[in-house]
């Protein structure tokens, strides 16, 4: 039975994932941290092969949520598939671990340090999408509360995210390459913390409003189960060979094109083949009723405007580092700030202001003033250009090599994280409101996938970082100065949330099934 009717606070379950959540993110932003840098200064790689390989992890790691989601909707169910991932993590960190006790053995650190990667690349596909997905079933559906848990979730992530560098820098980032093993346990320890706290305490927190156990069965298997009377005849084995060769086709033909066409590496081609063929396969499935697969396209039109935010927001690890180090005035005081702190900056306001926000969208869901989801995501991309804006002006009289105040900086991240806000964990409450049952972890899948494009798209773009005497064209915008390159991404965020909010009252036409 579904209700609209708003009620106070929330359950004991949310902070549960809240908790658990936490925990998962201290370990893969712990070492996140120091990958680089244990990648220069411990195995000796130049800077552009360890960015190559910082790259493709990270795409990878959003990329992967496709097959735990698949996985945890067809066979395992969202439990199992959280376990068995927080396993991969925990093997994952301790493979780091052992890397980085050899550091100096060569090609066994080198192998150890890839066999960790794809444990905690496989591990975060199957472990973030499920647990992202389980926090919609502790709400019934159309509870007004749905938002603010999200924020309220999404400030977990951050608190783990804010805490995590600053602890395993500082037992692993002592400036001897010997010490980053102990940055790499701490995440270890951290996320064998989640693994105890999920295994311990789920049976009593993961609990429906119908006090039904959640994500123990596949959410696949119950919906063919209940409609298996009903269901036209099972299609043959044959049948579903031919299907699957069909897509298997596309995939490969996709790769070809964007591999050997457009010339991308094989992580791309992958990240970009897969964008489009998975949704593809999703929507054509047979079993979508008209308003669900109205409701599908609503996730994937949003997703679409989500790789433009961020591509721009992710230029924090890239280009934004750059400017941080180079254009920034980091003297307080007589002490110069590192240019690796900013980074902190924007999970420090997310966990300040994500409870405010919060509280924000369940007043305003009481009186029914709650604004549409995409609306809201309008708005994360109205203050990204916002953000971009403010530097612009910040640097357009700036002589060359002249550093400017890091209030510009400042105001960016600050303008950026209530943009995220407004964003991010409306985007997950909202592919939990509109997804069917039996592809919930699927499309939160999907969801990650257009964050696994826009990290691609991020690297791409800060390449155009302007350089003294260079000019760099990029679509026909012409980029020589700093100014040209943050306006370029104002006009980008800009000319996407006006597309965004022209499109907001039809996108909630579909989003409440309207024929």
Not at 35 to 40: A, E, G, T
């Amino acid at each position: 039975m579904s209700t609209t009717e708003p009620k106070q606070g929330h359950p004991k379950g949310l902070y549960f994932v809240f908790a658990t959540g936490m925990s998962e993110r201290f370990s893969y932003y712990g070492m996140r941290a120091l990958f680089v840098l244990y990648l220069i200064k411990a195995l000796m790689m130049d800077k552009q092969l360890a960015s190559t390989i910082y790259g493709n992890y990270t795409g990878l790691v959003y990329l992967t949520p496709l097959i735990g989601g698949y996985v945890a909707d067809h066979f395992w169910g969202m439990r199992r598939s959280i376990f068995w991932g927080a396993i991969m993590m925990v093997l994952g960190q301790l493979f780091m671990f052992v890397s980085a006790l050899n550091y100096q053995s060569g090609e066994i650190a080198r192998w150890l340090m890839y066999g960790g990667l794809a444990l905690l690349i496989f591990g975060n596909g199957f472990f973030k999408p499920n647990i992202s997905a389980i926090v919609g079933q502790l709400y019934e559906p159309g509870d007004k509360r749905l938002d603010s848990a999200f924020t309220i979730f999404y400030m977990g992530i951050n608190v783990g995210a804010f805490i995590a560098p600053l602890l395993c820098g500082f037992v692993g980032d002592t400036g001897n390459p010997a010490d980053f093993k102990w940055g790499f346990m701490a995440a270890a320890l951290s996320m064998v913390c989640s693994l105890i706290l999920f295994v311990g305490w789920k049976n009593k927190y993961l609990i429906s409003p119908n006090g039904e156990q959640l994500g123990v069965e596949a959410a696949g298997k119950i919906a063919a189960h209940k409609s298996e009377k009903e269901a036209a005849p099972e299609k043959s084995k044959q049948q579903n060979m031919v299907a699957f060769v069909k897509w298997a086709v596309g995939a490969i033909v996709l790769y070809s094109v964007f591999h050997y066409g457009f010339e991308f590496d094989l992580i791309g081609a992958v990240i970009f083949s897969l964008c489009i063929i998975i949704p593809a396969y999703i929507i054509t499935d047979s079993s979508l009723t008209k308003i669900e697969r109205q409701r599908v396209w609503v996730i994937y039109i949003i997703a679409f405007f989500v790789i433009f935010f961020w591509s721009a927001f992710e230029q924090a690890g890239a280009s934004l580092t750059f400017f941080a180090d180079e254009q920034t005035d980091r003297n307080i005081l007589g002490w110069v700030m590192p240019a690796s702190w900013f980074q902190s900056f924007n999970p420090v306001f997310v966990v300040l202001f994500a409870p405010l926000l919060s509280m924000l969208w369940t007043k305003l869901g009481r009186k029914n003033l709650d604004p549409a989801s995409p609306i809201k995501q309008a708005m994360g991309l109205f203050l990204l250009a916002l953000g971009y804006l403010v530097i612009a002006l910040g640097v357009k009289d700036a002589a060359p090599g002249m550093k400017v105040s890091i209030l510009w900086l400042t105001s960016l991240y600050f303008i950026h994280s209530m943009g995220e806000l407004m964003l991010s964990p409306i985007g997950l409450s909202m592919v939990n409101k509109l997804a069917p049952m039996r592809f919930a972890s699927l499309l939160m899948g999907v969801w990650y996938m257009s964050n696994a494009t826009a990290n691609k798209f991020a690297g791409m773009l800060s390449g155009y970082y302007p350089e003294a005497g260079k000019t760099k064209v990029l679509l026909g915008y012409h980029i020589t100065t700093l100014y040209d390159f943050f306006m370029f991404f104002v006009i980008m965020s800009g000319v996407a949330a006006i597309i965004l909010f022209g499109l907001s009252k039809w996108l909630q036409k579909l989003m409440n099934g309207v024929r």
